[in-house]
């Protein structure tokens, strides 16, 4: 954790308030369709109440971020997740929510590389470019964002799956994805392809700040201005798809590192809740989940 003394977007010595890493409209739906308490796969055995929040932002920032974040909740994201829309048309407030709420996993995470050398030169001196320019455009500085692109991948409901299916037999696709938020920064050295990724309940925003010759997004980019985005048909070949891996092998071993004592009391509270849970989102992904894994293992 970290103690700004200054606004990290202004730059201004203000009374900084408690911003959240991930928008909290995102762990407020969590917590508001969840059958019992939330748990972090950092340490399983304890629940919370919220996300990460941490003083980075003075009010004004934090005013004109939560303007965005409205919008994007009221237009896209609830509609998406109650299943009322899967077509949306967006303007230029849909290209800002996501560049704020990448900027804001950015700026930390350049914070921990430089500490930590996580990542190499190249790969730093982009990032440290990349949240330069975000910052500007954020505050109007400028109007665009040159070659760092903004994308949505809407992670629906997995029918099939072909290359390597089998390695996925375990692994809680859906409910990994609709039932987990996060957020952070990604860099492969190698294939030069480095970006910020941000699960809110399976609507993930993509920022990627250089993009490897062999990386293909179709159907997902965001323009900076009038546009639709349709949850469909979405094809994405990338390295990006590693990080998919990581986040549900991270929630396997979450899964498998709760006590017996926290273990007997999800299942009391599923109990509890009796024919009720069908209610719930998280049974349907559940049961979706139960038949790709039959899928898989018949195949």
């Known amino acids: 954790m970290y103690n700004l003394t200054k606004c990290a977007l202004c730059g201004n010595e203000a009374e900084l308030e408690l911003s959240h890493t991930v928008p909290k409209m995102a762990v407020r739906t969590l917590k508001k369709t969840a059958i019992g308490n939330i748990r972090s796969t950092e340490n399983p055995n304890k629940t919370i109440q919220d996300s990460e929040k941490l003083y980075m932002l003075c009010g004004d920032c934090e005013d004109l971020f939560s303007e965005k974040e409205t919008w994007f909740a009221n237009k896209i994201f609830h509609p998406y997740l109650k299943k009322e829309k899967t077509i949306f ?99 492969y050295e190698d294939e030069k392809t480095y970006g910020t990724l941000t699960n809110m309940m399976g609507v993930i925003l993509v920022t990627l700040y250089h993009k490897g010759q062999r990386e293909v997004w179709n159907n997902t980019e965001i323009l900076n201005g009038v546009g639709r985005i349709e949850a469909k048909d979405q094809q994405i070949q990338s390295v990006f798809g590693n990080e998919l891996i990581h986040i549900m092998e991270t929630a396997k071993k979450a899964s498998e590192a709760m006590s017996v004592a926290q273990q007997k009391k999800a299942e009391d509270r599923i109990k509890a809740a009796g024919e009720d849970v069908k209610n719930y989102s998280v049974f349907q992904d559940w049961m979706n989940d139960m038949d790709l894994k039959n899928r898989i293992t018949d195949k």
């Open 89 to 187: 048309d967006y303007d230029e407030n849909l290209a800002y929510f996501i560049t704020s709420v990448n900027w804001r996993s950015l700026y930390l995470d350049i914070l921990d590389f430089v500490e930590n050398s996580v990542v190499g030169i190249d790969a730093l001196e982009c990032l440290i470019e990349s949240e330069k320019i975000m910052n500007e455009f954020l505050r109007g500085k400028r109007n665009d964002l040159g070659k760092i692109e903004n994308h949505i991948f809407f992670f629906d409901d997995i029918k099939e799956l072909s290359v390597g299916a089998s390695n996925f037999a375990d692994l809680k696709l859906h409910a990994t994805f609709h039932r987990g938020i996060g957020s952070y920064t990604f860099c």
